[in-house]
C-alpha cells in the first residue's frame, strides 16, 4: 500500500473525508540501445536521471551510454546528467585523435639514426670503455705494490699450537628433564654425552 491509500483509509475511519493532493512530476522517458528504459525531469544536461524499475528508480552510474535514436548521453557523477551529443560528433572527434597520433608516429619515424652517426657513437662508447679499463689496471698494480709493502712491513707472530691444552666438548643440552625419556632421548642423551 503507498503512504496516501493510509492516510486516506485513516481519516475515513477517523470522519474526515480529504482527499490528498499527489503532487506527480511528469518525468520523460528514453530507452537505451540494450533496452534500459531512463528517466528525467529533461533530457538536459544538468537534470538528474534514474534508471526506472519496478519498485524505485536508481542513480544512473558514471560513463557514456548510447540511445536509441543514436545520441550519446554522458554522465560525470552519479545521476547527473552532463551532456547529450550526436554519436557522429564523438565519430568524428575520434577520427581527428587518430589523425593526430598518426602525425606524432610519422613525426617519431622521421627520427632514425642514420648509419654514420650510430658507427660513431659506438667507436665513442668503445674509446670511454678503453679508458676505464686502462684506469682500472693501473689503478690494480698500484693498490698491489701498496699491499705487498703494507703486508711485508708487518710481521705476524707465529701460530703455537699447544695439544696439552684440554678443550671442554661436552654440551649439556637439556629440554624438559623430568618427563619420561623415550628411545630417541636416550640416543641424543649418548650422542651429545649428557648422561
Not at 696439552?164 to 649418548?190: G, P, Q, W
Request: proline share 2%.
Amino acid at each position: 500500500m503507498k503512504a496516501n491509500d493510509i492516510l486516506n483509509k485513516i481519516k475515513n475511519i477517523v470522519g474526515e473525508k480529504v482527499e490528498l493532493s499527489e503532487n506527480k512530476i511528469e518525468m520523460a522517458e528514453v530507452t537505451l540501445e540494450n533496452g534500459t528504459v531512463l528517466v528525467a525531469e529533461s533530457f538536459e544536461a544538468g537534470n538528474s536521471i534514474f534508471i526506472k524499475t519496478e519498485d524505485e528508480q536508481i542513480a544512473l552510474p558514471v560513463g557514456e551510454y548510447e540511445l536509441e535514436g543514436g545520441k550519446i548521453l554522458a554522465v560525470v557523477e552519479d545521476g547527473l546528467i552532463d551532456s547529450i551529443k550526436e554519436a557522429a560528433e564523438d565519430v568524428a572527434e575520434d577520427s581527428k585523435d587518430a589523425e593526430t597520433e598518426l602525425e606524432d608516429e610519422e613525426k617519431e619515424e622521421m627520427n632514425y639514426v642514420t648509419k654514420e652517426e650510430f658507427t660513431s657513437a659506438v667507436e665513442e662508447i668503445k674509446a670511454m670503455i678503453d679508458d676505464k679499463l686502462g684506469n682500472k689496471e693501473e689503478m690494480k698494480e698500484e693498490v698491489k705494490v701498496e699491499e705487498k709493502e703494507e703486508l711485508s712491513a708487518v710481521a705476524p707472530e707465529p701460530v703455537k699450537h699447544n695439544p696439552e691444552a684440554k678443550v671442554d666438548s661436552k654440551i649439556n643440552f637439556k629440554i624438559s628433564e623430568n618427563r619420561i625419556k623415550t628411545t630417541k632421548d636416550r640416543v641424543f642423551d649418548k650422542i651429545f654425552n649428557n648422561n
